[in-house]
T-cell receptor
Framework: DGGITQSPKYLFRKEGQNVTLSCEQNLNHDAMYWYRQDPGQGLRLIYYSQIVNDFQKGDIAEGYSVSREKKESFPLTVTSAQKNPTAFYLC??????????????FGQGTRLTVV | GQSLEQPSEVTAVEGAIVQINCTYQTSGFYGLSWYQQHDGGAPTFLSYNALDGLEETGRFSSFLSRSDSYGYLLLQELQMKDSASYFCAVRDLGRDDKIIFGKGTRLHILP
């Protein structure tokens, strides 16, 4: 079955550590996105990528980094520079430029907690 | 820039009808989408409007008025399982192709 998979579901990070969240899709989508969601809040865009080996900063990119070495994969690293990383992280994919539809497919999310 | 405004919370009674509004401001507009998210879950796509008018999908309908930069999601015959957050979203096809979401509307359903 086609879909988008995030791992792990829960992640605990110590102060000062970098952690990497995985996101893999087999939908053959060009575009992939990372969003952050805080309790009772909307989805804030961290990074997005329209094509392999290219990505752009979203609204809250500081303290995060990404890579897009393969079409299927878009991992997000939460660095020690991110001062308040505890949140729910959602990865999504969609068809890219050339379509007007905004249907995005989401992974089940990773809940990151700083301990 | 772009922004989407929607009410933070709406309350309705089981079996009733509720409307969730969304106004948007974007540099380039091609259509409005709606997503549903249950607590602890991932958002799921509900509908997309590219043209003015009403699109119906079962109990859910979505409306768009491009001239008013306004849309709404209409939920009929409300069920308790409809208790969730609802987000409107647009695709910014400007310099950077990205999907932008509103802050979401929390729908509370009373028995």
């Amino acid at each position: 079955d086609g879909g988008i998979t995030q791992s792990p579901k829960y992640l605990f990070r110590k102060e000062g550590q970098n952690v990497t969240l995985s996101c893999e899709q087999n939908l053959n989508h060009d575009a992939m996105y990372w969003y952050r969601q805080d309790p009772g809040q909307g989805l804030r865009l961290i990074y997005y990528s329209q094509i392999v080996n290219d990505f752009q900063k979203g609204d809250i990119a500081e303290g995060y980094s990404v890579s897009r070495e393969k079409k299927e994969s878009f991992p997000l690293t939460v660095t020690s520079a991110q001062k308040n990383p505890t949140a729910f992280y959602l990865c999504a994919s969609s068809t890219s430029t050339g379509t007007m539809n905004t249907e995005a497919f989401f992974g089940q999310g990773t809940r990151l907690t700083v301990v | 820039g772009q922004s989407l405004e929607q009410p933070s919370e709406v309350t309705a009674v089981e079996g009733a009808i509720v409307q969730i509004n969304c106004t948007y401001q974007t540099s380039g507009f091609y259509g409005l989408s709606w997503y549903q998210q249950h607590d602890g879950g991932a958002p799921t796509f509900l509908s997309y409007n590219a043209l003015d008018g009403l699109e119906e999908t079962g109990r859910f309908s979505s409306f768009l008025s491009r001239s008013d930069s306004y849309g709404y999601l209409l939920l009929q015959e409300l069920q308790m399982k409809d208790s969730a957050s609802y987000f409107c979203a647009v695709r910014d096809l400007g310099r950077d192709d990205k999907i932008i979401f509103g802050k979401g509307t929390r729908l509370h359903i009373l028995p």
